[in-house]
């Protein structure tokens, strides 16, 4: 019987097994070494180049326009784009404005005073024309004038309104 146990014994090993396991695992069985990727400093140094080069080319082309820059209306400047923009409009809200059956002389009276802020900031901009500040300003003042003609445009045509609905009561009226 004692034969038979030690044939269906799978818990413990047979006997050397262990001693024959243990010699061959330092031999076959080392650490496994991470393998690391080694980068030539050349190819650090070239990718380095090649980003610093790629950001001053695009940041020199977001800050400053080309010499002969055109934009696609045929513009030598953003500035005379702005401002055919802007004077484009205006002319429509001023075509508003003089549909509108009611007397504008104090509109006119506003325009020229508008037209003297804008006369000065266009001499401004003769003088610095690449003055950002200035170009903002004008910018700025152009944003305002169309604000005040919507504003104006606005009340004219309530007052036109009132007129109206004055007008179709006074005929009940009558």
């Keep these: 019987m004692n034969k038979d146990i030690q044939r269906y014994d799978f818990e413990s090993p047979q006997?050397?097994?262990?001693?024959?396991?243990l010699n061959k695992?330092?031999?076959?069985?080392?650490?496994?070494?991470?393998?690391?990727y080694r980068l030539s400093y050349w190819v650090v140094a070239a990718s380095l180049s090649l980003l610093l080069a790629s950001s001053y080319w695009f940041f020199n082309r977001t800050t400053q326009?080309?010499?002969?820059?055109?934009?696609?209306?045929?513009f030598k400047n953003k500035m005379e784009e702005v401002n055919f923009y802007y004077t484009h409009l205006e002319q429509e809200?001023?075509?508003?404005?003089?549909?509108?059956?009611?007397?504008?002389a104090i509109v006119q009276?506003?325009?020229?005073?508008?037209?003297?802020?804008?006369?000065?900031?266009?001499?401004?901009?003769?003088?610095?024309?690449?003055?950002?500040?200035?170009?903002?300003?004008?910018?700025?003042?152009?944003r305002k004038r169309l604000?005040?003609?919507?504003?104006?445009?606005?009340?004219?045509e309530r007052i036109d309104n009132h007129n109206k609905k004055e007008h179709k009561n006074e005929a009940i009226s009558i």
């Design 15 to 21: 006997e050397g097994h262990e001693l024959r396991f």
């Design 147 to 156: 604000r005040a003609l919507d504003h104006i445009i606005k009340q004219l």
């Design 65 to 74: 326009p080309e010499v002969g820059y055109e934009t696609e209306l045929g």
């Design 25 to 36: 695992l330092p031999q076959n069985h080392q650490p496994e070494r991470v393998k690391k």
């Design 109 to 142: 009276e506003e325009l020229k005073n508008m037209n003297a802020i804008l006369e000065q900031l266009c001499q401004d901009l003769e003088l610095m024309p690449n003055d950002d500040k200035v170009i903002a300003i004008l910018t700025e003042h152009y």
């Design 93 to 104: 809200r001023l075509e508003k404005i003089k549909d509108l059956p009611i007397d504008t």
